[in-house]
């Protein structure tokens, strides 16, 4: 087979349009990759560390060796432009992965490499030189957060463990509105997304937990917590008898 032509390999895997199309693959050393068919070819990523399988200055990713720089050097040490730019391009590559992941139902990897993303907009944002590379990603951490809340939501949901699931969208709900403030939150569709995923969730609670909602909910009206009350009123109206 002529590896510099994709003809035949691309004709094996036809795009189909309108589908996200991942699967994984082994390689010739035993290891498992990612492939991604996209319109004019396949994007092929690793499994493991760095997406592209580099490993810059001996470190598994930018990340890592930024950090490995700081606790030697101090929280003093600011990132330039260039060193900005390529972090802000491996949070990218790990966005793709994790979207990959969550296609393919791998979602223990989903919360990794969203975690690192959002690690790589915190190092920016903490330790860039100038304020532009603080702010540039950071119009996506609500989405990057959100794929992590979902992904871990599903996760306990494939273990049959429907509380779990609820208990961590509620605190991810909480967490996104600390994050964009009560207004922007209200208006965002990352709130919509989640709030969608719980009122789905609520049926497949047990019958049993009427109760339990019910004295949660006495309880949050005792403490003057309204807030958790609203939230556990509307969980107990969508529960099925």
């Known amino acids: 087979m002529d590896f510099s032509d994709l003809t035949r390999f691309l004709a094996d895997w036809p795009r189909?349009?309108?589908?996200?199309?991942?699967?994984?693959?082994?390689a010739a050393d035993g290891r498992m990759l990612i492939q991604v068919r996209i319109d004019l070819g396949v994007i092929q990523?690793?499994?493991?560390?760095?997406?592209?399988?580099?490993?810059?200055?001996?470190?598994?990713?930018?990340?890592?060796?930024?950090?490995?720089?700081?606790?030697?050097?101090?929280?003093?040490?600011?990132?330039?432009?260039?060193?900005?730019?390529?972090?802000?391009?491996?949070?990218?590559?790990?966005?793709?992965?994790?979207?990959?992941?969550?296609?393919?139902?791998?979602?223990?990897a989903v919360i990794r490499d969203a975690d690192h993303a959002l690690r790589c907009l915190d190092l920016c944002r903490d330790h860039a030189g100038s304020e532009e590379d603080r702010v540039r990603l950071e119009h996506l951490r609500p989405q990057v957060f959100t794929m992590k809340v979902r992904a871990a939501a599903e996760l306990a949901m494939s273990h049959r463990q429907p509380r779990a699931a609820m208990a961590a969208i509620d605190q991810g709900l909480s967490e996104l509105e600390?994050?964009?403030?009560?207004?922007?939150?209200?208006?965002?569709?990352?709130?919509?997304?989640?709030?969608?995923?719980?009122?789905?969730?609520?049926?497949?609670?047990?019958a049993s937990q009427r109760v339990e909602l019910e004295e949660r909910l006495q309880a949050a009206l005792d403490d003057e917590n309204y807030e958790l009350a609203a939230i556990l009123r509307d969980e107990l109206r969508m529960m099925k008898d």
């Open 16 to 26: 189909a349009m309108g589908q996200f199309q991942v699967r994984e693959v082994q």
């Open 45 to 108: 990523m690793e499994t493991e560390g760095r997406p592209d399988g580099e490993k810059p200055g001996g470190h598994p990713s930018l990340l890592d060796r930024a950090t490995a720089r700081l606790a030697e050097e101090g929280s003093q040490v600011l990132l330039d432009t260039d060193e900005c730019r390529a972090i802000r391009d491996e949070a990218v590559q790990f966005y793709h992965r994790y979207v990959a992941f969550f296609n393919l139902n791998r979602f223990e």
């Open 178 to 206: 600390e994050l964009l403030g009560p207004d922007v939150a209200e208006r965002s569709n990352e709130m919509h997304l989640l709030r969608g995923m719980r009122e789905m969730l609520v049926p497949k609670l047990p």
